[in-house]
């Protein structure tokens, strides 16, 4: 279970950390905006685009995996299998946000497909 709850906790932690080279790229754009960063983001291109979306994205990863170790967890199903499946998460989730910094999308795409496979792998553990 300790795996488990460790991997959640990074995975919560990711969209800040994917908030970092977002706000770099605010930062080149005159300067990072505290009044309006919606507004500001909504002007990035390139890096800056990507490195909006990718820290979006890491929230709505978060849903999913939350929910599915929630679910694992409220089912008293927590097994060897699930810990591998978190693992796998988060090193594939960690693979995502640089492939999409660098603009590699189809690693992107399929480290995303394996994120969200370990996501709907956990959750079929508590079935």
Known sequence: MNTLLICLLITMLLPYIAKAPLALAMAKLGGYDNEAPRAQQ???????ARALAGHQNAFESLIVFGISCAVVLATDNVNSIVSALAITHVVARGVYHCMY??????????????????????????L
């Open 101 to 126: 910094l660098l603009g590699w999308g189809v690693l992107r795409s399929l480290s995303w497909f394996v994120a969200m496979g370990a996501s709907i792998g956990i959750f079929c553990q508590a």
């Open 42 to 48: 909504a002007k990035l291109t390139g890096f800056g």
